[in-house]
């Protein structure tokens, strides 16, 4: 289940576990929604094995035990991550490394075979999210590439973050036919997102060859993605490059049986 940025699994002894599709609340409204489809259902908490949460914005012990609260009304043992590391499980599993994650935002986070974790970036569009399609498009805007009155007009909507990062393909079009500006945007991108790996490896001091995997929709341009490795190699980190073996939504079932 997606719920803008929080994924939900329910493992039910004896049978097949539980899917939803639809319009969701995001993690505020999860109890009640649950609450809806327990009924629809017919599903009591005895039946319920566990439920596993991977949600946006949770990283302290205190925030997963927050969500994790209210949810216990309907199993009896409910684990709780945040979205990133569903995606780092996904793409990884235990295995220690670094994911990168670049789409409208940019985060990159390690895990050591100790199981520790560290993360660099995923700070929002005022804070952070150097590299990202947001950072580009803004970039892009600020090139002067469009005219002043459309540039506010994109910065002062509702949706302006979105807006902005869905300029960013532009950018890469642009590059990828030899414009010299968007070439050297498109390199700035590439080298902000190194450095996130960099300082996420680092603090986990983890040996090289440094395996690493990626997510986000920056990153499925192989291309660009070809470009932040070879970044990552002249900042000196050997690393080891290796497709996502699954989906953060698929990673609900890592929590059901953790």
């Known amino acids: 289940m997606d719920l803008g940025g929080t994924w939900v699994r329910v493992s039910l ?14 993690p505020v409204g999860l109890p009640a929604l649950l609450g809806r489809l327990w009924r629809r259902w017919g599903l009591s908490r005895g039946e319920i094995t566990a439920l596993g949460v991977a949600s946006r914005g949770i990283w302290t012990r205190a925030e997963r035990r927050a969500l ?26 235990a295995e220690a490394g670094v994911l990168l994650l670049a789409g409208t935002g940019s985060i990159a ?25 947001f950072w580009i498009g803004r970039q892009w805007l600020r090139s002067g590439v469009v005219t002043p009155a459309r540039a506010r007009g ?22 990828a036919r030899g414009d010299a500006n968007a070439r050297r945007l498109v390199r700035d991108a590439q080298d902000a997102l190194a450095d996130l790996v960099t300082s996420a490896a680092r603090r986990l001091r983890l040996r090289p060859p440094i395996t690493i995997s990626w997510a986000g929709g920056l990153l499925v341009d192989r291309s660009f993605r070809s470009g932040v490795w070879r970044q990552l190699r002249r900042k000196g980190l050997r690393i080891n490059p290796v497709p ?11 929590l059901s049986r953790r």
């Open 13 to 26: 002894s004896g049978a097949a576990p539980r899917a939803f599709k639809g319009p969701t609340p995001g």
């Open 68 to 93: 994790a609260r209210p949810l216990r009304r309907f199993a009896p043992r409910v684990v709780v991550i945040s979205d990133v590391e569903a995606a780092y499980l996904a793409a990884l599993g």
């Open 109 to 133: 986070l390690g895990r050591d075979p100790r199981g520790r974790w560290a993360r660099a970036g995923g700070l929002g569009p005022l804070l952070g999210d150097d590299g990202s399609a």
């Open 154 to 175: 994109i910065g002062r909507s509702p949706d302006a973050v979105a807006r902005i990062a869905a300029l960013a393909p532009t950018a890469l079009r642009r590059a």
């Open 244 to 254: 996502p073996r699954g989906t953060a939504a698929a990673t609900s079932a890592w």
